[in-house]
């Protein structure tokens, strides 16, 4: 008899191969890359981990990797809806720029003014994402092509919010929404002056992971949700409407995606400009990859790429390319999508002879059933007869 423990212990050990694999993978072809370069394939690795030893240093991990996060959980939603939500990076924008103006042009106490702008900034996001999904309902329109198309127009809507004419207010040569009322600044965890403040929304992120988990885990939408996404068939079987869950999922994913610039926003800038932190939502795609849509993997995710952001500052001083850390971001998503790829194809295989296995083992039972209870039989007949 095969023991249970065994083969949760094998799947547990399968899920995190993939991630392990993808990470030892991408820094041998990073150091590679250095090695052919004719630099040093280890010390620029040894100069970005002792950064990681610094305290402000760690604080400023901790307070980008909240964002990452946030944005991974949205494009992890769609992903569950077996759905590519690639507009993150325009969702997330244009949502922080509605709650910077929001948060220029109305005062209310904290306790209304912060809720306001979280509302606001999840409105948008869900609104700029549920257009994507409309026309994937109604017209078939991929999402990844409506997405993407979405995430330039975006950029022009954003352009247009922040003119003089507009919201905009000028500040040098930088355009910015004004800053905001201090009512909606999320209040921090100071750490002193030397080291730096805590973004307060970290918080949010931590308890936006639970929630994520708890909806997808303990809830029938979430049942619906994955099921829909592994077959839209059978969930339509069972009275769920595909089309219903692909636009609840990316009006979902977009709420979400709004959130991601919160962060940034409320704990430090207080104001969007064209220097408002980008690309965090391609970043995001990378994450949800490498932490596999889980909550505490993509958290795990997150952390590692705001460490490559931050920690690859100083190579710059040391004779080395910053650009090191966008290299090894690059070799980690060819490496995770390998990698997976490989663990699942071997993990298949040994499910496959696992239940071969045990479908020999009944064979043999079954073979062995008649012969046994002949053999009773006889034995009874004996103990009749004397």
């Known amino acids: 008899m095969n023991n249970p423990k065994r083969w949760d212990s094998e799947r547990i050990l399968l899920a995190a191969a993939g991630p392990v694999i993808a990470l030892v993978v991408a820094f041998a072809l990073t150091s590679l890359v250095l090695l052919a370069s004719g630099e040093n394939p280890v010390e620029p690795f040894s100069i ?55 948060g220029a042009h109305i005062a209310f106490p904290a306790f209304l003014q912060i809720p306001l702008l979280i509302l606001s900034a999840a409105v948008t996001g869900a609104l700029w994402a549920g257009i994507a999904g409309v026309l994937k309902v109604t017209r078939g329109v991929s999402e990844v092509v409506s997405t993407i198309m979405l995430n330039s127009i975006a950029a022009s809507v954003i352009a247009y919010l ?21 009512a909606g600044w999320f209040p921090g965890i100071n750490l002193g002056d030397t080291v730096g403040t805590v973004y307060g929304f970290v918080v949010v992120a931590v308890l936006l992971g639970i929630v994520y988990w708890v909806m997808l885990n303990r809830t029938r939408f979430g049942f619906d949700l994955r099921a829909s996404g592994a077959s839209e068939s059978a969930a339509a079987a069972s009275g769920v409407s595909a089309k219903k869950m692909v636009l609840t999922a990316m009006l979902l994913s977009g709420a979400v995606a709004g959130l991601a610039g919160l962060p940034t926003l409320l704990g430090s800038t207080h104001t969007f400009s064209d220097s408002f932190p980008a690309s965090l939502g391609f970043n995001a795609i990378t994450v949800a990859l490498l932490g596999r849509n889980s909550p505490a993997g ?33 070799l980690i998503v060819i490496a995770v999508v390998v990698s997976y790829e490989s663990v699942r194809v071997w993990g298949t295989r040994r499910q496959q002879s696992r239940v071969g296995a045990e479908l020999a083992a009944g064979h043999v039972l079954a073979t062995a059933g008649p012969d046994d209870s002949d053999d009773n039989n006889d034995t009874k007949k004996e103990v009749a007869a004397r």
């Open 48 to 102: 970005m981990f002792e950064q990681a030893t610094f305290s402000d240093v760690q604080v400023l991990i901790i307070n980008d990797a909240a964002g990452l996060y946030i944005g991974a959980l949205a494009v992890a939603i769609g992903f569950r809806m077996n759905l590519f939500n690639i507009g993150v990076e325009g969702q997330y924008r244009l949502a922080a720029c509605v709650a910077a103006i929001v």
């Open 162 to 182: 922040t003119l003089e004419d507009a919201f905009g207010v000028a500040v040098g040569n930088n355009r910015t929404t004004g800053e905001m009322d201090k």
């Open 298 to 330: 993509m958290a795990l995710a997150s952390l590692l790429l705001s460490w490559l952001f931050n920690a690859a500052d100083p190579l710059d001083l040391q004779g080395y390319s910053s650009e090191i850390a966008t290299i090894m971001q690059g």
